[in-house]
């Protein structure tokens, strides 16, 4: 979506948004600094932003670089970030590889109410001393805020009983 005010036909805004506290107090603990600068340009999921072959980086800010002890290059993690130029209003979605609307919940996209992205990246190299990760690969925006790195245990996030 290039325009956050413009919707697909068949999308749907909420119908009301409730009064629910609208701030959770997240602290945002870095940037990420990937090359894309545009919406068009910006692949659609990790396994295009892959196929792109292109690195980005997670730079966090002071002091949040000495958390980074125990991680290890070729190790993977999950990076959270707050996909800060996203709508956040759609209850439905026409995604364009779809023929019929679906809820935002069903589906990846960045337009959701609390727009926080979620991201699988391999880790190739670490400066702990300037709290900057080197990525593999990401698919946001650059300068995309960073809210938390989780790391990736296989024998906890990959469920044997995962169906697709």
């Not at 995604?95 to 959701?112: E, I, K, N, Q």
């Not at 727009?115 to 080197?134: E, N």
Request: proline fraction near 9%; include cysteine; aromatic fraction near 6%.
């Amino acid at each position: 979506m290039t325009d956050p005010s413009t919707i697909r036909h068949g999308e749907v805004r909420f119908s009301a948004i409730d009064d629910s506290p609208f701030d959770a107090g997240v602290r945002f603990i870095g940037r990420i600094r990937s090359p894309w600068k545009t919406r068009a340009d910006c692949p659609k999921n990790m396994a295009r932003a892959r196929e792109r072959d292109q690195l980005a980086h997670a730079e966090l800010f002071a002091p949040y670089g000495e958390a980074l002890a125990g991680l290890t290059p070729g190790s993977h993690v999950f990076l959270l970030s707050f996909l800060d130029r996203s709508a956040r209003d759609l209850a439905l979605q026409m995604p364009r590889h779809a023929d019929a609307p679906r809820g935002t919940f069903s589906l990846r996209s960045p337009v959701r109410p609390n727009p926080i992205g979620l991201h699988l990246v391999k880790l190739v190299a670490i400066d702990r001393d300037a709290g900057r990760l080197t990525l593999d690969a990401i698919d946001v925006l650059d300068d995309t805020p960073l809210i938390d790195i989780k790391p990736y245990l296989f024998s906890v996030d990959a469920p044997p009983q995962a169906i697709a």
